[in-house]
């Protein structure tokens, strides 16, 4: 359960250190889940104590992967392989011009990570944009979220 206060980037560090752990439990062989809007936040606040001042935006349950999927599992897994491709994510100087992997050059490798990486639903709301050395990360819609991951 991860719980933070609600306060200014609370989400975007929530974000990356739960995703630390999950990285961690993969390595040990665990599997785990980020759960954004599929979670009874009631039950899971009153089970944590939430305090006023404090927000539930994630549950991650771990453990070991058993063998048959829910429906919504299944969904939502058979929903990784529609990434969006390369050149609809990346942009060179400016967002009309697609940023090549040839064209980014040292970037390329770790830019791709970033393509295949999770993202809420697979929407990957994010785009970004390459000038000279520095990497912009623009995103859109639902800003919660979009914090988060």
């Known amino acids: 359960v991860a719980a933070c206060e609600d306060k200014d980037f609370a989400l975007q560090t929530l974000g990356y250190t739960l995703e630390k752990v999950i990285l961690y439990c993969t390595s040990l062989g665990l599997g785990a889940v980020w759960l954004g809007g599929s ?8 089970a944590i104590n939430l305090k006023d001042n404090e ?3 994630i549950v991650s349950p771990v453990g070991y992967e058993g063998g048959k999927k829910s429906l919504l599992a299944s969904i939502i897994g058979n929903n990784k392989n529609n990434r969006k491709k390369y050149l609809e994510l990346f942009f060179n100087e400016s967002f009309n011009i697609p ?3 040839e064209n980014a050059k040292e970037y390329g490798e770790a830019l791709e990570m970033v393509r295949l990486a999770p993202s809420a639903v697979n929407k990957q709301p994010w785009r970004i944009i390459k000038v000279n050395k520095d990497i912009h990360v623009y995103t859109k819609g639902k800003v919660d979220m979009n914090r988060i991951d």
């Not at 936040?41 to 009153?46: E, L």
């Open 55 to 57: 927000i539930l935006p």
């Open 99 to 101: 940023l090549s992997m």
């Open 39 to 46: 979670f009874s936040r009631g039950d899971f606040a009153k």
